[in-house]
């Protein structure tokens, strides 16, 4: 049950590897297979993991260093689970993903992340990881200019916008799998 955007879900150990099963083929860690690679997209966080999650999750473990992050850059809080999809039906829990945030990012459960998507080492080049860029709104700020769009609790998969995307160069996709993203040309600032 989607508690709004202020709301969080705890995962447990063993979550978070079912969760990795779930995707055993296709790992959440290196898109979100709605928009392209490098693209930039919203996210809220879920959890924060510890080290030894991720080290006792083989699978993730070995699609991080697959994706060239150092084993020592893995440390307690610099992996996590975030949510792409509000709020309830089969899109919202299929459709998580792992992200890796660089130290210096001060990121915690509930807040709404600004994160780049990453791309599988298959396609020829070394893999890159869903990163975090930065916080675009910290949980339970009451002033906030983002939220679960569209504005309705009964609508499954829902999508998180911010009043400030479309003139930053956001764009609107819509179908199956709706989405705002920052296209990469976009972001190469």
């Not at 290196?30 to 999650?53: G, I, N």
């Not at 459709?95 to 600004?114: K, S």
């Not at 764009?171 to 920052?182: D, F």
């Amino acid at each position: 049950m989607c508690r709004g955007i202020t709301g969080t879900v705890r995962l447990s150990w063993a979550a978070f590897t079912l969760l990795i099963s779930a995707c055993s083929s296709s790992l959440p860690i290196h898109t979100d297979f709605a928009v392209p690679d490098d693209s930039l997209r919203l996210a809220q966080m879920l959890e924060l993991e510890k080290r030894d999650t991720v080290i006792k999750t083989k699978e993730v473990h070995e699609a991080i260093l697959a994706s060239g992050l150092a084993e020592s850059s893995i440390v307690d809080d610099s992996v996590g689970v975030a949510r792409i999809y509000c709020c309830g039906g089969v899109g919202e829990g299929s459709l998580t993903i792992i992200t890796y945030i660089p130290q210096g990012i001060d990121v915690q459960p509930g807040d709404i992340v600004e994160l780049k998507i990453g791309h599988s080492p298959e396609k020829g080049r070394a893999g890159a990881m869903n990163t975090i860029t930065r916080v675009v709104q910290r949980r339970g700020d009451k002033e906030g200019h983002c939220w679960w769009d569209p504005k309705d609790d009964r609508l499954w998969q829902r999508v998180l916008y911010c009043d400030w995307m479309q003139q930053e160069g956001w764009k609107k996709q819509g179908g199956m799998s709706p989405a705002w993203y920052r296209p990469p040309t976009a972001n190469a600032n």
